[in-house]
């Protein structure tokens, strides 16, 4: 790797940072607005946690908006810190609500965003739910074929 690749992958990765970091920046505002609502109670960072996992789950975004602003808006980390301060039962009940609760949150939205593409999909074409099927088809039977190289052949 020359200077000149280095300063280019250096000049791209610190752009990517920059973006997320004005994210989260935005993130960690709407959270902390949310979470004042309710001082003192550990249940509205679950409320968030979820949203965030739905949010993500729905809208696949992107570095801004995904990594930056719903990294931001979630805090699993301060998940840790509530298990200092609560019975054992309890901090046990919330870890298992927000692991399982965000897993569960990511799939309704992921589900919901598929619902919203097939929906967009058939309505603007009668044919497209036909076209969808086979297209899904072929990409399911190209993934399964091994491609090799053939003997002798340079990599």
């Known amino acids: 790797m020359t200077a000149a690749d280095l ?4 000049t791209r990765e ?3 940072t920059l973006v997320v970091a004005c994210g989260a920046v935005v993130g960690a505002c709407a959270r902390f607005g949310l979470q004042g609502l309710s001082p003192g109670s550990l249940w509205p960072l679950l409320g968030i946690n979820l949203l965030a996992c739905l949010a993500m789950g729905f809208f696949r975004p992107g570095l801004f908006w995904g990594k930056g602003v719903l990294g931001g808006f979630s805090s699993f980390s301060a998940v840790v810190v509530v298990f200092y301060h609560v019975p054992a039962w309890e901090a046990v009940a919330y870890l298992a609500a927000t692991v399982l609760g ?4 990511w799939c309704v939205g992921d589900v919901l965003a598929e619902r919203r593409t097939w929906r ?3 309505t603007s074409d009668p044919d497209a739910a036909a076209r969808a099927v086979r ?4 990409a399911r039977a190209h993934r399964t074929v091994h491609h090799t190289r053939p003997e002798g052949r340079a990599k």
């Open 7 to 10: 300063a280019r992958t250096m």
């Open 14 to 16: 610190t752009g990517r």
């Open 102 to 105: 965000g897993f569960a949150a």
């Open 120 to 122: 967009h999909h058939c």
């Open 135 to 138: 297209a899904a088809e072929r």
